[in-house]
Every structure is written in structure tokens, then in C-alpha cells.
């Protein structure tokens, strides 16, 4: 095998170009068909740099790292305390990366056809909430680690608020005003970490704690634990904070939430694995985020059964199924994480097709409220049909892709020596299907009570390509179904390192 | 959140859970002190004169370059966000009705006429100094302690000091466009500015005007001769050591200082403008 | 090469970047400015880069420095200058 490479050409262009895109697309400000060319053709082109990509590290500003002989090198087979900010690429970071690339992909190709005025600002809030997602998986330092979060919960506002909802501009207030506190939180964690170890590369700052005999500086690391888990607990929306975020959910566009979700999630899983490389160690770390992610997928599904709006109950399921993704990690063994990761992949997927489903109803229905609604599935059959498979994917049934990760979540939890555990997660599963079904055969199924004026469908014409979109969304779920192997072989070499080697990136 | 929610048990849970932060926080600070490891910023001290004078500099916009790029991203954001919050929305969806919006906040009533005639005339000459002084600041970023976050701030009050002294008739008068496009192209130099280390040696962002490290060998790459030149050159500097007189070049640092300042000015002056002109598509806010 | 580029050319170049963006700064600014203001601004501007002295490790009179203790901040002269014709050339005619 060769030597991993420091300068690896693909890392700065999976940021850098969403970035640039951004901020072309904020210039062009209204000319619609400039932006939907320039969005699409930068979409696609990060889609194939994520699929063309070899593993490797990216040192940002090039400055090499100080062996422990003081002299400098670029070499990653000697030890070395980074000068520089490090991303990693490695398998667990390009199936992440490839599932965001493919979602933005469809949401601009939607988005720029189905909006209404000026939305080149709008787009470019997309491209960034795209980089905040893929920056926060690839970054290995924890001050950078902090940044990426800030401006990721910035940017959860600005798609939010960008709606223009009342409804909506509370949302985002109240996520911006929440956003203060942690984000401060998780400086003050930096810098305790900074003040413990002095290596702000998260590799570094193991290896320090590794070789470091810390004496009673222990108390110093446990505080540090506490504020990055509250941060981790914001970014994902996890219990105590979940109205907020489930709030953010529903008040964004279904298209947006798409993407919200996907980042939301990415963010659970790297800053779970940063907590559990640095503090799995901890004696209760990992019993403390266990309770966490019980407690969200409990509240987040209960509350979802008692919602009598669509995309409330969605906005709830979320937030419960972002507690099976950490379920897995806080389980901290390699085939609990290898669930939480696989279960992060397909979270996004299957939510996704759930989302986009919603939007539709947007425009073949009189909102997706449960009660003014009813007979979708006459009118447009097939929409009816991807919705129901959406939701045979979320809640787990066999042929789809929740199954599997679910399945490898209870065989973890079972073999950590934890059947509640496990019992809590068929709860999940089972819930979620008639949280959803519930919602669908009240939209879909239900013969209309109040058939809508005909007049009203020729003023909103749905985009096209919607039923393409959907048709491969519902075809991953079903290969990932089918053959989980396919994922499973890009997350279980990172999963064994977080629990062996914690400190390779 | 009114004061009102927080009495009785919230309010009492709230106070604990501060009182918990607090304590653990403070703690911690007090078993630090004196114990803080050195790590790595012993490291950035011995390399910091190999490049620009002002070892902040270098840490800021070397070292640590694209974090610095991700914070300018920060505070543009940041700017943009916040008057989306504050003001109405962007977009809506084609054919839907729209929800009754948010009912804008009338535009501050600036009265000028009331303005002391001191302040009055001697506004205009302290704004062109203002201006001035933040240029200053922002060319000397690689040897003293500006840059362009200082730059931009000093302008942006510039802008502030303009608009609350003239009102409408604001000789420095920036338009919504005008500062959104500062804004974004500080930020676009910024980031484009990586690329000749990144089409050299494939780091993002490496410094090919000090080129500190294409000596070594085991860097992975060459940084041909040309672009050492182009961009290292403008920026030399004679630096009177003890041991001697040492030729140093900051490199890419000052047009990544110059980015900034734009950027920080496009942002913090579009706040200025959302509080006082207001946020509307139709009328540019100002000239009625 | 080393015509384009003297030895210590970092001394001249902060003078000439300033001086650009004063420029762009101006074309920013409008209505009309007396020529008793412009006096006014100039001397004021002139009088201010001797209290800032050239920027540190300057040593040159093309960077500013006339002996160790008169030296004057080059390019906060050639901002001001910058602004004013910035200003002249982009909307100077406007009306009041």
C-alpha cells in the first residue's frame, strides 16, 4: 500500500468550489437562467469529484508537521504535531460526501425550477449548508471543528428564515439566539482542550493525552466533555433542544429540509466520533450520550405520533432517527458504530424521498395538513406509491434499507449487553410506521371530502424530473436493501479505527 | 424569551444549571493557570519571523490561512443571515399564495437638520481621514498589529458616522448592491487566492510568495521560480535583526489582508444599512 | 527581474495599494466637496501620517522615513489622495 499523501487534489475542491459557486450565485442575484446553469453544472461537478476521489489527507497552507526530533517533514509514516489544518478523505468521509453531493444535486435542480423571486442568494445559502456539511466530516482539528459548526447553524438560519414565513423568521431567531450559546460553548471547550494539550489537530491532541500523564488536570477534560457534548446536542437537535430543531424542520421548505436534515446528521456523526476518540476513554461518556439518544428518539417519535400535519410528523421523525444514529456511536463498540453510521446513510435517503414527497404535496394539495386533505393517490398515483415506500423504508420493513441498519443497531445493542436498548429501537421502528402511515392514509389514501377546484392545479405546475428524482432515491433504498455489503464496506475500516487507533484521522 | 417564563421551577432550574456551568467553568480556569502546555504554538513562535514581521499575522492568515478564510465566511454570513432575519425573506414558491408577511419596520427618521453645524462640517473631512486610516491600517498588516478585519470595522464606521451625521444625503453612500458585491468579492479573492499554491503544489493556499518549505525534501511538490517572484517580491522587507540584516517576504499575506477588509466592510456596513434604511427589494432605501 | 523589482520594494507597494483602493473607496462617496474641505483634508491628512510614522521596519525614503525621527506614513497620504480623486471622477459634477 502506498504512503497516504498530504496534498490530496480533491479536499480543496469539495470546499472551495461550493464556496466560489456561492458566491458567484450571490452576484448573479436574479438572473434565473444564468444560476440554474451555473448551480447545476457545480453540483454535478462536486457529485464526480466525490465519486472520483483516491483517500488522502489535504494540509491547507502546506506547512509541514515537526517530528519529535524537531526537524520538519511531510511524510505521514513518521510522527509528526501538525503545523497545519488537516482534512482527512478516507471511505467513511466519500460515501457521506456522495450522498450529500447527490441530494444538492436534486434540490437545485428542483428548487431553481420551482422558485419564485430573487433566489440566487437562496441557492448559494444551499451551496454553503452543502460545504458546512462536508467540511465538518473531513476536518480533523478542533478549532476549525468549531467554525464549520457556527456557520453551519448560520446557515440552518438563513435557509430557514429565507422562506419568509412569520412562522419561519421565529424559527430561525430563536435557532440563532440558541446558536450563541453553544457555539461559545464549544469555543470554551476548545479552549480547555487548547489548555490541556496545546494541539488544537484532533490526532495530536490524543497522541498528547496518550503519552501525557494528566494528574488531577482530569476535572479540566470532563468540563471540555460536557460543553462539546452540548454542542453535539445543538448541532444535531438532539432532546433537550429537539422543539427548536423540529421547528426548523418543518419551517423550511421540504426541499431545504432535505438538506438541513443531511447536515444535521453528517454533524452527529463527526462530532460524535471527535467525542468518542477523545473521551470514549472517559469512564460515563459514553453512558451520558446513550441517555442522550435515548431520550431524542423516545420524545422525537412520541411527539411525531400525536401531530396532525405532515410535515410536523416528518420534522419529528427526524430528530427521532437522528437517535438511532447516535444510538450506534455512544454504543462505542465497532459493530455498534458501524449501525450508526450505516443508519446516518440511509437516514438521509430515506428521509429525503419522505421531504420531497411532502413538496409535492405542496403543489397537488391544499397544503399537508391531515384533516383538509384526503384522495391524493387517485390524482397522482405515483406519488402515492414513492411516499409508501418512502415510509416502508423509514420504519424499517425488509426489503428496504432502514431494515438493515436497524437490524445491525439491535445486534449491537444486544451484544454490548444492552436489550433495552435494542427494545427501544423496535419501539422506534414500530412507531414510526404509524406515525407515517397514519399521515398517509389520511393525504393519500382517504376517498376526498372536499375535492379541490380544478382551476387551481394549471397556477402551480409541479417541476418535472420529480418523479426521476424520487424514482432513484427509492432505488437506493432498495439496493441498499438488498445488498448493505455496498455501504458497509466503506464504514467498517473507520469505525475500527475510531475504537483501535483513535488518534488516526 | 420574556423574563416571565423564567419564574417559578424554569426559573430555578435555569439558575442551577448556570450556577453549574459557572462553577465547572471557572474551576477548570483556575487549575489551568500556570499548566497550560505549550504544544504546537512554541512551534509557530520559532517560524513566525521567517515571514511577515507581525508574528499575528502569519498564525492568522499563514498558519491557520483557511480558517481565517472559513471565519471572513463567518461574518459574511453572518451579515447576510442576520438582515434575512430581521428583514423579510427571499423566495417563494411558484403559484402558492403567500403567507401575509412580516410587516417591515419603518426606516429610522434621521433629522440632520438638528445636527450641530460643527459636527456637520467637520464630518465629511473625519470621514475622508476615517477612510484614510483604514487603508493605512490595512496595508500595514504584515508588519504591524492592523489587518483586515481592522480595516473594515474603522470603514464600516466611517459608513456609520456618515450616514447618522447627513441622513439621507450621506456623502459616503453605499448602496445594498454596492455592498453586497464588496462583501462577496472579499471573500471570492480571498478564496481564489489559495489557488496558485493549490495548481503548484497542491496545498490549498500555500504561501508561493515566502515559500518557506519547498526545500525540504520530502515536500511533494515545486513551486517554480515565476510565481516566487510575482508573488513575493512586491512585499520584501529588510528586517534589521540582531544577528543581521534578513530579507523577508510576507507573501500572499497582504492581498488576503486587502480581501478581507472588503469583505468585512460589505458585512458589517450591510447590517448598518438593514437598521437604517430598512430591507426592501422595490426601493434602494435611500434617494426619495 | 531586478528592474521591476528594487530590494526592498515592500516599502513602496503598501504606498501604491492604498492608493488604489482609495480610488475605489471614493467612487463610492457623492455630492459635491469644496475646495476649502479639500485643503482642509489634505493638510489634515499630511499633518496625521507624520503622528503615525512609517509602518515599522521601513527604512528607505521611498518608504517614508527622512531620518530616525521624521518619517511619514506614505500610504495613508496616498489613500487620502486617492479618495478625493476617486471621488472627482466618479460622481464629482453631482449635484448638492
Known amino acids: ?505 | 424569551m420574556e423574563i416571565k417564563e423564567l419564574r417559578g421551577l424554569r426559573g430555578v432550574v435555569a439558575a442551577v444549571a448556570l450556577l453549574i456551568i459557572f462553577v465547572g467553568v471557572i474551576s477548570s480556569f483556575i487549575q489551568l493557570e500556570g499548566n497550560v502546555a505549550r504544544g504546537i504554538s512554541e512551534e509557530y513562535n520559532k517560524l513566525a519571523y521567517r515571514m511577515a514581521p507581525n508574528n499575528l499575522a502569519s498564525w492568522l492568515y499563514d498558519y491557520r490561512g483557511f480558517d481565517t478564510l472559513i471565519e471572513t465566511g463567518v461574518i459574511y454570513v453572518g451579515a447576510v443571515v442576520s438582515v434575512m432575519v430581521i428583514g423579510r425573506g427571499l423566495v417563494g414558491l411558484k403559484g402558492m399564495r403567500e403567507e401575509e408577511e412580516v410587516a417591515a419596520a419603518p426606516p429610522i427618521a434621521l433629522k440632520t437638520e438638528t445636527m450641530p453645524v460643527l459636527l456637520k462640517y467637520f464630518a465629511l473631512p473625519v470621514v475622508i481621514l476615517l477612510l484614510a486610516y483604514g487603508l493605512l491600517v490595512v496595508t500595514s498588516a504584515s508588519t504591524s498589529g492592523g489587518g483586515g478585519f481592522q480595516c473594515g470595522v474603522i470603514i464600516s464606521s466611517a459608513y456609520l458616522l456618515s450616514v447618522v451625521a447627513y441622513g439621507r444625503r450621506s456623502p459616503l453612500n453605499m448602496r445594498k448592491k454596492a455592498l453586497v458585491a464588496f462583501g462577496a468579492l472579499g471573500w471570492g479573492l480571498y478564496t481564489l487566492i489559495g489557488l496558485p499554491g493549490y495548481l503548484t503544489t497542491n496545498f490549498w493556499q500555500y504561501n508561493v510568495g515566502a515559500d518557506l518549505w519547498s526545500g525540504l525534501p520530502s515536500f511533494p511538490a515545486a513551486v517554480p521560480e515565476a510565481f516566487r517572484q510575482i508573488f513575493g517580491e512586491p512585499f520584501k522587507l529588510a528586517l534589521h535583526l540582531e544577528e543581521g540584516v534578513y530579507y523577508a517576504t510576507s507573501g500572499i499575506l497582504p492581498i488576503i489582508n486587502v480581501a478581507e477588509a472588503f469583505n468585512v466592510i460589505g458585512a458589517i456596513c450591510l447590517i448598518f444599512f438593514a437598521f437604517v434604511y430598512g430591507w426592501s427589494d422595490s426601493a434602494e432605501g435611500v434617494e426619495k | 527581474m531586478i528592474v521591476i523589482f528594487p530590494e526592498v520594494l515592500g516599502e513602496v507597494t503598501p504606498t501604491l495599494v492604498a492608493f488604489v483602493l482609495g480610488v475605489i473607496l471614493g467612487t463610492q462617496m457623492e455630492g459635491k466637496i469644496s475646495s476649502r474641505t479639500t485643503a482642509l483634508v489634505l493638510f489634515m491628512g499630511l499633518l496625521a501620517s507624520i503622528l503615525f510614522e512609517a509602518p515599522i521596519h521601513f527604512w528607505s525614503v521611498l518608504g517614508g522615513v527622512l531620518t530616525e525621527q521624521i518619517s511619514f506614513a506614505f500610504p495613508f497620504i496616498s489613500a487620502t489622495i486617492g479618495i478625493l480623486l476617486g471621488k472627482s471622477i466618479k460622481k464629482g459634477g453631482g449635484s448638492e
Request: contains cysteine; hydrophobic residues 55%; charged residues 10%.
Open chain 1, 1 to 505: 500500500m502506498s504512503e497516504t499523501v498530504v496534498n490530496l487534489w480533491s479536499i480543496p475542491l469539495l470546499v472551495v468550489i461550493p464556496i466560489l459557486t456561492a458566491i458567484v450565485l450571490n452576484l448573479l442575484y436574479n438572473r434565473v437562467r444564468a444560476i440554474r446553469v451555473a448551480s447545476v453544472v457545480s453540483a454535478a461537478a462536486l457529485l464526480v469529484v466525490s465519486i472520483v476521489s483516491p483517500y488522502g489527507l489535504q494540509w491547507f497552507t502546506g506547512q509541514p508537521g515537526v517530528a519529535s526530533d524537531g526537524s520538519y517533514t511531510y511524510s505521514t509514516s513518521i510522527f509528526s504535531w501538525k503545523l497545519s489544518l488537516e482534512y482527512y478523505f478516507g471511505p467513511l468521509q466519500q460515501i457521506l460526501i456522495f450522498t450529500s453531493s447527490l441530494l444538492l444535486l436534486f434540490v437545485v435542480v428542483i428548487s431553481t425550477r420551482s422558485l419564485k423571486k430573487d433566489f440566487g442568494p437562496y441557492v448559494a445559502i444551499m451551496f454553503l449548508t452543502y460545504f458546512s456539511t462536508v467540511a465538518v466530516i473531513m476536518v480533523n482539528d478542533f478549532y476549525h471543528l468549531w467554525i464549520v459548526v457556527e456557520i453551519g447553524s448560520l446557515l440552518v438560519a438563513g435557509l430557514v428564515a429565507a422562506s419568509g414565513a412569520g412562522s419561519a423568521q421565529k424559527a430561525a431567531l430563536k435557532y440563532t439566539f440558541f446558536s450563541a450559546l453553544s457555539g461559545s460553548g464549544l469555543a470554551i471547550a476548545l479552549a480547555l482542550i487548547l489548555g490541556i494539550t496545546g494541539y488544537a489537530n484532533i490526532s495530536d491532541a490524543i497522541s498528547f493525552l496518550m503519552m501525557t500523564d494528566l494528574g488531577n488536570m482530569y476535572n479540566v477534560l470532563y468540563i471540555s466533555f460536557a460543553f462539546l457534548m452540548l454542542s453535539w446536542i445543538y448541532a444535531g437537535g438532539l432532546a433537550p433542544i429537539h422543539p427548536l430543531k423540529s421547528d426548523v424542520y418543518r419551517s423550511a421548505f421540504p426541499h431545504a429540509t432535505v438538506l438541513l436534515q443531511a447536515q444535521s446528521k453528517v454533524m452527529l456523526v463527526a462530532i460524535g466520533l471527535v467525542l468518542l476518540r477523545m473521551f470514549g476513554g472517559l469512564p460515563f461518556a459514553r453512558e451520558a450520550m446513550l441517555s442522550i439518544s435515548l431520550l431524542t428518539m423516545i420524545l422525537g417519535v412520541v411527539m411525531a405520533l400525536i401531530q396532525t400535519d405532515f410535515r410536523w410528523i416528518l420534522a419529528y421523525l427526524i430528530v427521532s432517527h437522528s437517535g438511532l444514529v447516535t444510538v450506534g456511536i455512544s454504543l462505542g463498540t465497532p459493530l455498534g458504530i458501524v449501525g450508526g453510521l450505516f443508519q446516518a446513510v440511509n437516514d438521509i435517503v430515506y428521509m429525503s424521498v419522505l421531504l420531497l414527497c411532502c413538496e409535492m404535496l405542496l403543489y397537488f394539495n391544499n397544503g399537508t395538513s391531515i384533516r383538509s386533505s384526503g384522495g391524493i393517490a387517485k390524482k397522482v398515483p405515483w406519488l402515492a406509491a414513492f411516499a409508501i415506500l418512502g415510509a416502508f423504508a423509514a420504519s424499517g420493513i425488509p426489503p428496504f434499507n432502514g431494515f438493515q441498519s436497524e437490524l445491525i443497531l439491535i445486534q449491537a445493542a444486544l451484544g454490548g449487553g444492552l436489550p433495552e436498548v435494542a427494545a427501544v429501537i423496535l419501539m422506534v421502528s414500530v412507531s414510526t410506521f404509524i406515525a407515517l402511515f397514519r399521515g398517509i392514509y389520511s393525504i393519500f389514501l382517504k376517498p376526498s371530502t372536499n375535492p379541490l377546484p380544478e382551476g387551481s392545479e394549471s397556477a402551480s405546475s409541479p417541476p418535472r424530473g420529480m418523479p426521476i428524482i424520487l424514482g432513484i432515491l427509492v432505488a437506493i433504498t432498495l439496493i441498499l436493501g438488498v445488498y448493505p455489503q455496498l455501504a458497509l464496506d466503506f464504514l467498517t475500516e473507520s469505525a475500527v479505527k475510531v475504537v483501535y487507533v483513535p488518534w488516526v484521522p
